[in-house]
């Protein structure tokens, strides 16, 4: 078993008395255990979203979000561990902030931190919230090229990498995860980072096309998740469609292969209500209605899950709470015109705000 | 709606100071918010051929309405490559950008920024804000940053209360000790004006000032002693009606990040 000799000014900062916490994220040995234990054989993964969810997230697990800010995020799995309500996971948050709210739902204990907000339309209130109520303890700050090196490390198959970001900053002193070091190559002083190698327990992963045996091919940005679904323990697949393994085949694009998958679920609206390129466009009134009032208080937010996450069983229902036909219609030509595929649109459209709301979220 | 054809707004000169900041043929690194403003402006305008790189992997998207996160698909619409993002940042390290556009919560007199929060303690801060994103990795790895955002002397403190990203870190050669990389920050980009760093000491100065803005009217919105520069302080380039008739209905028609904040 291997021991762990962490940062220890960051340890002290963070108050982390018991650092046996931060182990299993750089633990190589039980990672590379767990992957040679996967099936090799071609076998149809498939099942529900609430099986995957029962069987591969477990309490206390380690899990790295996907996708980007609202894209090909898979928000659908993460309202299911809402309302399977798994409780004490890790949660790294890069490059999202999505956790923010399984933090509010007491499914997340600990956050690893490179980013929490939600871009232009402003601060996480209820991450600020959480943290000052002592809901949420942070275990690690990073910058987002940070942990996209710790993730990618462990792709390559390195016990980590040397960094020139994060130098000088007061991160370092909030991860103890990250040392610097000279330059063993150099003569001349040259502080470096080191970087370990990052080991999630489990990450979902939501693409546009899989096969019933685990291949899942990504269109779009990829951001950090060929690296992710290399390096972490469990993987599970949800996906817009499920094709033959030859269209995969055919495609021989950005692919997971099927031998780091454990699950694979058809997901249609997996990231419903975030973009999903080439399917969906995000739905923008609903985001902002969650931003300027359901974060604004612990009431707001509750009473915003209560009717969009418990208040619906699936997917479809969400869709439909969000308009149904017409929404997917007009979601699709938004996303598609963003992208290039359909025709210039006027983007226009009415904002939410606390004083008008349009009552479509789309 | 908008007035077209209103006087510019602090933001629209900002957007309009930063977009000059941009040379044509440049490799271009944006972050949300006014630096994708400025980078499309600088496209439609004076640099067409700029090619413009954002930490989600899209690079060098065909024009398009304006991006609402770095990940949605106006920043990487018909991409001939989207890069992941380690590779992204990658290619700032290994000198392929030329300059980064970041904004700020907090900024001190050496270019060092503070977008993790407010409050010096990061357990139990005043407000938590995002954290560092893209920003460290930008300010440690690029040739040049220019960092933007509006000017009061909480946001212009003598001391930020976390650094996020070095700036000249504590002046001198410090920044180049601490083993980052690049210029640091070159401008400093305010309603205010331009700012600059001294070079040897590091230190903020004032480049050129807004029109009916003085070097001590800056410094009442300043937490720290300003540098002024040798000789008179030259007037920041307004931004010409034409170009402010561009932003208005093609770069930014919504004013997503162009319109003053309102409660």
Redesign the interface.
């Known amino acids: 078993m291997a021991t762990y000799q962490y940062n220890q000014e960051a340890l002290a900062n963070l108050k982390i008395e018991d650092p046996s916490i931060l182990d299993r994220l750089i633990d190589f040995e039980s990672a590379r255990l767990v992957h040679l234990k996967k099936e090799r054989a071609k076998v149809d993964k498939r099942m529900s979203l609430k099986e995957a969810i029962a069987t591969y997230v477990e309490d206390g697990d380690v899990m790295t979000d996907a996708g980007f800010a609202y894209v090909r995020t898979p928000h659908q799995a993460y309202w299911e561990i809402m309302r399977q309500d798994k409780k004490r996971l890790q949660c790294i948050g890069a490059p999202n902030t999505n956790h923010s709210f399984l933090i509010f739902n007491n499914n997340v204990d600990y956050s690893h931190n490179s980013y929490v907000g939600v871009e232009m339309r402003g601060i996480d209130r209820n991450y600020d919230r959480m943290l000052r109520a002592g809901r949420v303890k942070i275990l690690s700050e990073w910058s987002h090229g940070g942990v996209a090196l710790g993730l990618k490390a462990a792709q390559l198959g390195t016990p980590g990498v040397f960094s020139k970001q994060m130098l000088g900053s007061d991160i370092l002193k909030y991860n103890p995860y990250l040392k610097v070091m000279q330059n063993p190559m150099r003569d001349d002083p040259d502080p470096v980072v080191f970087i370990p190698a990052l080991y999630p327990d489990v990450t979902i992963i939501h693409c546009q096309l899989a096969d019933k045996y685990g291949n899942a091919y990504i269109y779009g940005p990829t951001v950090n998740d060929l690296a992710t679904a290399a390096a972490a323990r469990k993987v599970i697949i949800t996906a817009e469609e499920i094709v033959p393994e030859s269209d995969i085949r055919n495609r021989q694009g950005t692919v997971i292969p099927f031998f780091y998958v454990d699950a694979v679920v058809e997901l249609p609206f997996g990231a419903v209500p975030g973009n999903m390129p080439g399917y969906y466009y995000w739905s923008r009134q609903w985001w902002e209605k969650l931003i300027r009032l359901g974060c604004t208080s612990d009431e707001n937010l509750k009473k915003f899950f209560d009717e969009w996450v418990f208040g619906v069983k699936d997917q479809f229902e969400f869709v439909d709470k969000l308009g149904g036909a017409k929404w997917i219609a007009e979601a699709r030509i938004q996303t598609k015109a963003a992208e290039g595929d359909h025709e210039d649109i006027d983007f226009t459209y009415e904002e939410y705000t606390r004083t008008h709301d349009s009552g479509l979220y789309y | 709606m908008r007035d077209i054809n209103a006087p510019a707004n602090p933001l629209e000169m900002l957007a309009y100071i930063l977009a000059s900041q941009i040379h044509d043929h440049k490799v271009v690194y944006v972050g949300?918010?006014l630096p994708m403003i400025a980078g499309i402006l600088a496209k439609k305008t004076h640099a067409p051929n700029i090619t413009m790189v954002y930490?989600?992997?899209?690079q060098d998207p065909?024009p398009?309405?304006m991006p609402?996160?770095?990940?949605?698909?106006?920043t990487?619409?018909?991409s001939p490559v989207?890069m992941?993002?380690?590779y992204s940042?990658a290619q700032c390290?290994n000198g392929y950008v030329d300059i980064a556009f970041l904004g700020f919560a907090q900024v001190d007199m050496y270019g060092n920024v503070n977008t993790?929060q407010i409050g010096k303690d990061?357990?139990?801060?005043t407000?938590?804000?995002?954290?560092?994103?893209?920003?460290?990795?930008l300010s440690?790895?690029a040739e040049e940053v220019v960092l933007v955002g509006l000017q009061t002397p909480e946001k212009f403190v003598k001391e930020v209360d976390?650094?996020?990203?070095?700036g000249h870190?504590r002046g001198g050669e410090?920044?180049k000790?601490?083993?980052?990389?690049g210029k640091g920050p070159v401008a400093v980009v305010s309603q205010c004006g331009v700012f600059d760093f001294e070079p040897v000491s590091k230190r903020m100065r004032v480049k050129s000032l807004m029109p009916g803005w003085t070097f001590d009217f800056a410094q009442l919105f300043t937490g720290f002693e300003l540098m002024r520069p040798e000789g008179d302080i030259p007037q920041t380039e307004v931004i010409p009606e034409d170009i402010l008739k561009l932003l208005r209905t093609e770069v930014d028609?919504?004013g997503?990040?162009t319109t003053m904040p309102t409660s």
């Open positions: 949300t918010g930490e989600s992997g899209g065909l398009g309405d609402w996160s770095v990940g949605c698909p106006f990487w619409r018909k989207v992941e993002m380690a940042f390290y993790h990061l357990l139990n801060p407000v938590r804000m995002t954290g560092s994103g893209g920003n460290n990795d440690s790895l976390f650094i996020t990203s070095v870190l410090t920044r000790e601490a083993g980052l990389l028609p919504r997503v990040f």
